[in-house]
Structure formats: structure tokens, C-alpha cells
Antibody
Framework: QVQLQESGPGLVKPSETLSLTCTVS?????????WGWIRQAPGKGLEWIGN???????KYNPSLKSRVVISVDTSKNQFSLKLNSVTAADSAAYYC???????????WGQGTLVTVSS | SYVLTQPPSVSVAPGETTRITCVEN??????VHWYQQKPGQAPVMVIY???KRPSGIPERFSASNSGNTATLTITGVEAGDEADYFC???????????FGGGTKLTVL
């Protein structure tokens, strides 16, 4: 059973960079599939942030593209999210997930709540 | 761009059947996936590629996709089915996923 686990600070100051890591277990991220980040503001729906594709490319939500970087560390079987210049509007639960090509997100992490506040 | 429209909420009595819709023009030409999200938990895929059910998901969950509407059907609803349900498709033109706004299922 593929497992994903997010980690990172739960509190980030405005204008700083939000950094999260997703550790994948029971599956090698270099074996295939794509890997993505999705967030959910309190009481709101799901917002895709971006994907890292198995070919090595990345794709980001146009609304966040200027502030987001997703990278992969295959040696640690992890992938990471960096979102800079955060504001209170970036406060949300952040989920990492495995993504099938042009398809569903079939495995999700439990999520981590990030609050942007001074 | 695509906008997947779901009813904000549906209510159903235990044991009854409920249907949750996801509407977009010609969505039947796309593959639709469904997720269940219980309070305080991560989403779980319950249907993928329109009608496929992952292992461990009860047969009470089924779905269809035709024309302008994709539908998730839950038969014999149980109290444990109370959750938010989201539909999702892939926008090939923009090369990114699109999520519906979600439907809160209340079991009376």
C-alpha cells in the first residue's frame, strides 16, 4: 500500500516561504507516476497547486505559478513544495498525492495544516 | 476552461439511494474521478475513470458519465457515508486537473 506523509512547519509568517516535504513509502517515486500537491482552505474545495511529472518536468496552477516550485529527491523518495511570498490567503491544509497520467490522484497524504500569521 | 458544478449539499435517509451530480458541457467525453472526504481527513478516491471502483471501496458506490453529467450513486446509504464528495477531471487543453466544488452528503 502506497503511503504519503507531509511534513513541515505549521506556522509561516507573511511574506516568507512555505516549505513542505512529502515522504513516499512502499513505492519508489522514480518508478513512475506523477506527484502532486493540492491544498484546501478551511471550509473550501480542493485547489491543485502543481505536479512533478515522471519525465522530470513540472506544471503549476497558473494562479500560483509565479510563487511555486515543486522538486523531487529520489534518493530520499521525497518530493517538496515551496511557495514564496505567502499571505493569509495561503492558509490551508496541504496534501501531497500520487497522480496517474491525466487521471486521478489515487493515493493521498493525510494532509498538514499551514497557517500564515505573524 | 472547465467548471465542474456540483450541488452544495444533498440529504438522504439511511438505507436509501442518493445521487451526486457533476455537470459540465460534454463531460461524458472526459474521464471523471470521485473522492470522498470525511471531516478532518484526506480525500479518498472512491471511483476512477468514470466507473471503476478501487479495492476496498464498497459495491454500494457506483458511477456513470454521459452527456453533460457525471453521477456518483450510493445505494443503501450508511451513516459512515456522511462526507464531502468531489468530482475531478483532466483538462487536456491546459494540462491540469479540475475539481468540482464538492457536495456535502448528510445522512438524516
Amino acid at each position: 500500500q502506497v503511503q504519503l506523509q507531509e511534513s513541515g512547519p505549521g506556522l509561516v509568517k507573511p511574506s516568507e516561504t512555505l516549505s513542505l516535504t512529502c515522504t513516499v513509502s512502499s513505492y519508489s517515486i522514480s518508478s513512475g507516476y506523477n506527484w502532486g500537491w493540492i491544498r484546501q482552505a478551511p471550509g473550501k474545495g480542493l485547489e491543485w497547486i502543481g505536479n512533478f511529472y515522471r519525465g522530470g518536468s513540472t506544471k503549476y496552477n497558473p494562479s500560483l505559478k509565479s510563487r511555486v516550485v515543486i522538486s523531487v529527491d529520489t534518493s530520499k523518495n521525497q518530493f517538496s513544495l515551496k511557495l514564496n511570498s505567502v499571505t493569509a490567503a495561503d492558509s490551508a491544509a496541504y496534501y501531497c498525492a500520487r497522480h496517474r497520467e491525466s487521471g486521478p490522484f489515487d493515493y493521498w497524504g493525510q494532509g498538514t495544516l499551514v497557517t500564515v500569521s505573524s | 476552461s472547465y467548471v465542474l458544478t456540483q450541488p452544495p449539499s444533498v440529504s438522504v435517509a439511511p438505507g436509501e439511494t442518493t445521487r451526486i451530480t457533476c455537470v459540465e458541457n460534454n463531460i461524458g467525453s472526459k474521464s471523471v474521478h470521485w473522492y470522498q472526504q470525511k471531516p478532518g481527513q484526506a480525500p479518498v478516491m472512491v471511483i476512477y475513470y468514470d466507473t471503476k471502483r478501487p479495492s476496498g471501496i464498497p459495491e454500494r458506490f457506483s458511477a456513470s458519465n454521459s452527456g453533460n453529467t457525471a453521477t456518483l450513486t450510493i445505494t443503501g446509504v450508511e451513516a459512515g457515508d456522511e462526507a464531502d464528495y468531489f468530482c475531478q477531471m483532466w483538462d487536456n487543453a491546459s494540462d491540469h486537473p479540475v475539481f468540482g466544488g464538492g457536495t456535502k452528503l448528510t445522512v438524516l
